[in-house]
């Protein structure tokens, strides 16, 4: 089993910035992958951002040279630093984490706000 517990978030204005971490019980040999979902109000789960643990990353379109991941292996966490935030990016954010490339972990999500 993998915990996930998640720290960060909060409300910001549009232009400003936010880092999210996200840190998982356990041993992390068996995580092969660890990234960030949002889900805003009435929309589908998406995804934000995945590292995997070689340290490749992938981005959502709408994020791209806005938001950054990075992971630290020895700590078991995965970071996500927010910048030029806008509107459209208030969810409620979930960090997920892969094991043995097939079961996925979330955690309890953490809500978003940019204000306008």
């Known amino acids: 089993q993998v915990q996930l517990v998640e720290s960060g978030g909060g409300l910001v204005q549009t232009g400003g910035s936010l880092g999210l971490s996200c840190a998982h019980s356990?041993?992390?040999?068996?995580?092969?992958?660890m990234g960030w979902y949002r889900q805003a109000p009435g929309k589908q789960r998406e995804l934000v951002a995945s590292i995997t643990n070689d340290g490749s990353t992938t981005y959502a379109d709408s994020v791209k040279g806005r938001f950054t991941i990075s992971r630290d292996n020895a700590k078991g966490t995965v970071y996500l630093q927010m910048n030029s935030l806008k509107p459209e990016d208030t969810a409620v954010y979930y960090c997920?984490?892969?094991?043995?490339?097939?079961?996925?972990?979330w955690g309890q999500g953490t809500q978003v706000t940019v204000s306008s």
């Open positions: 997920n984490a892969v094991k043995d490339y097939l079961y996925n972990y």
């Open positions: 356990g041993s992390a040999f068996r995580i092969t992958a």
